[in-house]
């Protein structure tokens, strides 16, 4: 193999799909007939392939092997004397090979039709949905409340922190905080409120560190059964309440 | 009363998904299904003649309204969104399994030669394929199938829509792997669906 070829290899690494994918290639780009394949030849050039693979130092994956191994068997099975008289007909030793190189070009081809089509949002678009408005009911006295899951906990969370603007979580907190002090502050505030949201609870300042140490601290007082948390609707507002009745 | 053209243009607007015949039949229940299907395709070919922005669709069972394919630069420039697009491998995968299926790994894997676990995996994030069952062999190996959303990604009103494979008609197939027509979910997974994970 001359310097030409070689690089011709290289280029075409990344391209190719497989072993099949391959053999494909060097079929076409020897205008080989698939269905009369001259082993010999397609065999020592996928083996040099496999060398090129090996001196780039790319992890060759064994199917590239398996399909090694498979080219040399058929390829030492065509230099076996054919039988003088044969006792049935004999399958042409390529037969199988050709025929699994034929359905993955069908595949290859038909992968490249879909390909063609007008692909929804990269071609054609439909009419953007608009995203359902959040229903956050004001707090009412009938509000029926139901218990809320730590899932339900950590949505609430979620919606949160993506709602924060992007620039506002870049800045660097200095305010000193732990999940200590915000138990404390949690704790005093239902002392003296019935409940509280998620939300109040938080604050004016939604810095990402504060959402999450009020996350925190709300798991830790949900395991030590201090607090209970509420919710009316699905998606509704989260409340949190005093799981006793606290001493003033 | 409104034309009752008039009306099904308006519902297939204001519909999200692509509308079925059979739900415009239950607002409209008066009107017999074929005067309804007739009004559709006149609908349809009214878009197709008047050759403006917006196209009507049959996709994955339903009408939608979509733009003009040709157009597509110009509303991705509205959008400022690159292009979601599948490697190679994954879309090899996904052909694999809309012609295939119901399909197993280890037969995608027979025909492309190289291992499919991350395409599918990429495929069934995207929700294009979805697992439809369990084949009844040792190991219970999981069975893809596609979804109604790669109906409407590729624009199809169903897998009988998806063009014949050219060579593979020239081989001699092995019967079980017909290309069933069933496009809507639920239709395919005739074999139980138990002890799906994460599903």
């Given at each position: 193999?001359?310097?030409?070829?070689?690089?011709?290899?290289?280029?075409?690494?990344?391209?190719?799909?497989?072993?099949?994918?391959?053999?494909?290639?060097?079929?076409?780009?020897?205008?080989?007939?698939?269905?009369?394949?001259?082993?010999?030849?397609?065999?020592?050039?996928?083996?040099?392939?496999?060398?090129?693979?090996?001196?780039?130092?790319?992890?060759?994956?064994?199917?590239?092997?398996?399909?090694?191994?498979?080219?040399?068997?058929?390829?030492?099975?065509?230099?076996?004397?054919?039988?003088?008289?044969?006792?049935?007909?004999?399958?042409?030793?390529?037969?199988?090979?050709?025929?699994?190189?034929?359905?993955?070009?069908?595949?290859?081809?038909?992968?490249a039709n879909l390909s063609q089509r007008p692909i929804l949002e990269r071609d054609v678009f439909t009419r953007a949905a608009l995203l359902?408005?959040?229903?956050?009911?004001?707090?009412?006295?009938?509000?029926?409340?139901?218990?809320?899951?730590?899932?339900?906990?950590?949505?609430?969370?979620?919606?949160?922190?993506?709602?924060?603007?992007?620039?506002?979580?870049?800045?660097?907190?200095?305010?000193?905080?732990?999940?200590?002090?915000?138990?404390?502050?949690?704790?005093?505030?239902?002392?003296?409120?019935?409940?509280?949201?998620?939300?109040?609870?938080?604050?004016?300042?939604?810095?990402?560190?504060?959402?999450?140490?009020?996350?925190?601290?709300?798991?830790?007082?949900?395991?030590?059964?201090?607090?209970?948390?509420?919710?009316?609707?699905?998606?509704?507002?989260?409340?949190?309440?005093?799981?006793?009745?606290?001493?003033? | 009363m409104e034309s009752i053209k008039a009306i099904i243009e308006a519902l297939i607007l204001a519909s999200e998904a692509p509308l079925g015949l059979d739900k415009i039949c239950t607002v409209l229940p008066q009107v017999e299904k074929s005067e309804l299907k007739e009004i559709l395709a006149a609908l349809v070919a009214e878009y197709k003649e008047r050759a403006g922005g917006i196209c009507l669709e049959e996709v994955a069972g339903g009408f939608q309204f979509r733009t003009r394919p040709e157009l597509g630069q110009w509303v991705k420039k509205l959008k400022g969104m690159k292009p979601a697009s599948?490697?190679?491998?994954?879309?090899?995968?996904?052909?694999?399994?809309?012609?295939?299926?119901?399909?197993?790994?280890?037969?995608?894997?027979?025909?492309?030669?190289?291992?499919?676990?991350?395409?599918?995996?990429?495929?069934?994030?995207?929700?294009l394929?979805?697992?439809?069952?369990?084949?009844?062999?040792?190991?219970?190996?999981?069975?893809?199938?596609?979804?109604k959303k790669f109906l409407e990604v590729f624009g199809l009103k169903d897998l009988s829509e998806l063009p014949?494979?050219?060579?593979?008609?020239?081989?001699?197939?092995?019967?079980?792997?017909?290309?069933?027509?069933?496009a809507d979910?639920?239709?395919?997974?005739?074999?139980?669906?138990?002890?799906?994970?994460?599903?």
């Amino acid at each position: 193999m001359n310097e030409e070829q070689t690089t011709d290899y290289a280029i075409k690494l990344d391209i190719f799909e497989g072993p099949l994918d391959l053999l494909l290639y060097l079929i076409k780009k020897n205008e080989i007939d698939i269905y009369n394949i001259p082993v010999a030849l397609i065999t020592e050039q996928y083996l040099q392939y496999l060398k090129m693979i090996k001196s780039l130092n790319l992890d060759l994956a064994g199917e590239y092997l398996v399909m090694a191994s498979t080219l040399i068997h058929i390829k030492s099975r065509m230099l076996l004397p054919e039988p003088e008289e044969p006792e049935e007909e004999e399958e042409d030793p390529r037969a199988e090979l050709v025929r699994q190189l034929l359905e993955y070009k069908a595949f290859k081809e038909a992968a490249a039709n879909l390909s063609q089509r007008p692909i929804l949002e990269r071609d054609v678009f439909t009419r953007a949905a608009l995203l359902p408005e959040e229903t956050e009911k004001a707090p009412s006295d009938e509000e029926e409340l139901v218990e809320v899951s730590i899932f339900e906990l950590i949505e609430a969370f979620h919606r949160l922190v993506t709602r924060l603007d992007k620039k506002e979580l870049m800045e660097i907190d200095l305010e000193k905080m732990s999940v200590t002090d915000i138990i404390n502050e949690i704790l005093d505030r239902l002392s003296s409120e019935k409940n509280v949201t998620f939300d109040e609870l938080l604050g004016e300042i939604k810095s990402r560190r504060r959402i999450v140490y009020t996350f925190l601290a709300l798991l830790e007082l949900i395991k030590l059964r201090m607090v209970k948390v509420y919710q009316a609707t699905a998606f509704g507002v989260i409340r949190i309440f005093p799981a006793v009745e606290m001493e003033a | 009363m409104e034309s009752i053209k008039a009306i099904i243009e308006a519902l297939i607007l204001a519909s999200e998904a692509p509308l079925g015949l059979d739900k415009i039949c239950t607002v409209l229940p008066q009107v017999e299904k074929s005067e309804l299907k007739e009004i559709l395709a006149a609908l349809v070919a009214e878009y197709k003649e008047r050759a403006g922005g917006i196209c009507l669709e049959e996709v994955a069972g339903g009408f939608q309204f979509r733009t003009r394919p040709e157009l597509g630069q110009w509303v991705k420039k509205l959008k400022g969104m690159k292009p979601a697009s599948l490697s190679a491998a994954a879309m090899e995968t996904l052909a694999i399994v809309a012609y295939r299926q119901p399909i197993v790994k280890a037969e995608i894997e027979s025909i492309r030669g190289v291992d499919a676990g991350h395409a599918l995996k990429v495929l069934m994030e995207k929700k294009l394929l979805r697992i439809v069952g369990r084949k009844d062999v040792p190991g219970r190996p999981i069975i893809y199938g596609t979804t109604k959303k790669f109906l409407e990604v590729f624009g199809l009103k169903d897998l009988s829509e998806l063009p014949t494979l050219r060579e593979l008609k020239e081989l001699n197939e092995p019967a079980e792997n017909v290309v069933p027509v069933e496009a809507d979910e639920g239709a395919v997974a005739e074999e139980p669906a138990e002890e799906l994970p994460g599903s």
